[in-house]
Nanobody
Framework: QVQLVEAGGGLVQAGGSLRLSCAAS????????MGWFRQAPGKEREFVAA????????YYEDSVKGRFTISRDTAKNTVYLQMNSLKPEDTAVYYC??????????????????WGQGTQVTVAS
């Protein structure tokens, strides 16, 4: 069983930065990519960013392009989300997840088979 553990959430002022991390408990499992999603109260879980584990290709939701950067450290089995210029509308619980080979609808939660427990990000105005 793969476990994903997120860290790095917290309270920050608008314009500030946070760096989220997500460590996988098993080094070798069949993953194609890792992604970050977020869910605000009363809203559906939405795609934020994803990275192809082997090649490093990245994908972003439009509202975070230029502000957020996803990266991975294969030696540490960890994926990161650097979030800059944070806005109050970025407030949400952030989840990391993995998707197996063959996944192509990377913006949809159903493509992902393992999820972390989530970490709260609150951006104060």
């Amino acid at each position: 069983q793969v476990q994903l553990v997120e860290a790095g959430g917290g309270l920050v002022q608008a314009g500030g930065s946070l760096r989220l991390s997500c460590a996988a408990s098993i080094r070798t499992f069949n993953r194609y990519l890792m992604g970050w999603f977020r869910q605000a109260p009363g809203k559906e879980r939405e795609f934020v960013a994803a990275i192809i584990w082997s090649g490093g290709g990245t994908y972003y939701e439009d509202s975070v392009k230029g502000r957020f950067t996803i990266s991975r450290d294969t030696a540490k089995n960890t994926v990161y989300l650097q979030m800059n210029s944070l806005k109050p509308e970025d407030t949400a619980v952030y989840y990391c997840a993995t998707a197996p080979p063959g996944s192509n609808k990377i913006r949809y939660p159903y493509e992902y088979n393992y999820w972390g427990q989530g970490t709260q990000v609150t951006v104060a105005s």
